[in-house]
């Protein structure tokens, strides 16, 4: 059973507009998320996280949003770039003693 | 610089044999992981490891084993007991096991011929 769900495995964007990945979640004790960005042939790197105390958290081009009754959460990029191509896994984490837990991922593709 | 170092980065395989995966990493962080990546799906957990002489069984362990003899170090074996080992592998690691942020390395693609 999936815990973390990205339910679109891809989303291709114009250059400059804005892209909304998202992600859902079913375990209610999750409360710490993250987003990875990952590039093909390579590890994913740490892009941004929110705690459940918070709804939203910014970081330059990047925004998360958290909506903890509706277990949903979402990464904006504004304006995407083309560099910004690739694969987007959401994580999220709970109480002392549970890992990370990835969703499937949903692969970003930024058109020039 | 400080960072995570896997080899090999692609590696061949004859069914029925055990192949070692290397880990290697300078950033001092006590917890190192596991996890393999199949297409399509999420990162999921084989083993990780707190501290030294010391690793847990993830979601996915059977046909897998590690060790942790060195805190910089966490090699990890695919048996011959491992259905469908073909899979894209992610070490990483943290500060602590549930500190959030892991650094991953750059994987290594296991083929099974």
């Known amino acids: 059973d999936q815990q973390v769900k990205q339910n679109s495995p891809s989303l291709s964007v114009q250059e400059g507009r804005i892209s909304i990945l998202n992600c859902d979640y079913t375990n209610s004790m999750f409360d710490y998320f993250l987003w990875y960005k990952k590039y093909p042939a390579e590890g994913p790197t740490f892009l941004i996280s929110?705690?459940?105390?918070?709804d939203k958290n910014e970081d330059g081009r990047f925004t998360v949003f958290l909506n903890k009754s509706a277990k949903h959460l979402s990464l904006h990029i504004v304006p995407s770039q083309p560099g910004d191509s690739a694969v987007y896994f959401c994580?999220?984490?709970?109480?002392?003693?549970?890992?990370?837990?990835f969703g499937g991922g949903t692969r970003l593709m930024v058109k020039p | 610089d400080g960072g995570i170092t896997q080899s090999p980065k692609y590696l061949f395989r004859k069914e029925g044999q055990n192949v070692t995966l290397s880990c290697e990493q300078n950033l001092n962080h006590d917890a190192m992981y596991w996890y393999r990546q199949d297409p399509g799906q999420g990162l999921r957990l084989i083993y990780y490891?707190?501290?030294?002489?010391?690793?847990q069984k993830g979601d996915i362990a059977e046909g897998y084993s590690v060790s942790r003899e060195k805190k910089e170090s966490f090699p990890l074996t695919v048996t011959s007991a491992q259905k469908n080992p073909t899979a894209f592998y992610l070490c990483a690691s943290s500060m602590a096991v549930n500190t959030g942020e892991l650094f991953f390395g750059e994987g290594s693609r296991l083929t099974v011929l």
């Open positions: 929110i705690s459940s105390i918070k």
């Open positions: 994580a999220a984490m709970g109480n002392a003693g549970n890992m990370l837990t």
């Open positions: 490891s707190q501290i030294v002489n010391d690793f």
